[in-house]
């Protein structure tokens, strides 16, 4: 079976801290993306990356980064977190093209106190 | 980029046929038109996709408008399973931003 994981099901973290949410694919994937989901918005996507080292901004990308050192791996940084960053976090992959379906991982729900 | 337009929530009987709608009215002669569900507690999995004929998968039917300015996912028979939220995107060789908006909520009743 195919897989996409997300190091953390759950995370607690303080204001300020600086977070890794971390994303590993298993299929050779070009694209990889990450999005968050806060009830009533829907998934918005914040980065996504279509080859190792490359990187484009999605629809969110203020105060988060990204890091794509290596093809299978895909992280998603917030430099100093904030409250309104508590959401769920999921992240996705595929290969190029747009009759390639999107796979997804469970999701990272993040709280910030 | 193109966007779609679902209905918030919709609500069907159990063993009952579903239609949900999408409207692309901006679509490109090169999207395809997927359709995801969530699950609570899930992330998104993918459904059905296609780009002009209609699609038919173990899992559910894809019907598209001749001028494939919208879409419906039909679900034969709704079982309580299949209470989710459906999602239609469109998904393009030239871009890579896939934007999921809200989706529709299905609430399938016994």
């Known amino acids: 079976d195919v897989k996409v994981t997300q190091s953390s099901r759950y995370l607690v973290k303080r204001t300020g801290e600086k977070v890794f949410l971390e994303c590993v694919q298993d299929m050779d994937h070009e694209n990889m993306f990450w999005y968050r989901q806060d009830p009533g918005l829907g998934l918005r996507l914040i980065y996504f990356?279509?080859?190792?080292?490359?990187?484009e901004k999605g629809d969110i990308p203020e105060g988060y980064s990204v890091s794509r050192e290596k093809k299978e791996r895909f992280s998603l940084i917030l430099e100093s977190a904030s409250t309104n960053q508590t959401s769920m976090y999921l992240c996705a992959s595929s290969f190029p093209g747009g009759n390639e379906k999107l796979f997804f991982g469970s999701g990272t729900q993040l709280s910030v106190l | 980029d193109a966007k779609t337009t679902q209905p918030n929530s919709m609500e069907s009987n159990e063993e009952e046929p579903v239609h949900l709608p999408c409207n692309h009215s901006t679509i490109s002669g090169t999207d395809y038109i997927h359709w995801y569900r969530q699950l609570p507690s899930q992330g998104p999995e993918y459904v059905i996709h296609?780009?002009?004929s209609n699609v038919n998968n173990r899992m559910a039917s894809l019907a598209i408008a001749e001028d494939r300015k919208s879409s419906t996912l039909i679900l034969h028979r709704a079982t309580l399973r299949d209470a989710a939220v459906y999602y239609c995107i469109l998904n393009s060789n030239s871009g890579y931003a896939l934007n999921f908006g809200k989706g529709t909520s299905l609430l399938v009743t016994p």
């Open positions: 296609g780009l002009t």
């Open positions: 990356s279509y080859d190792v080292k490359m990187k």
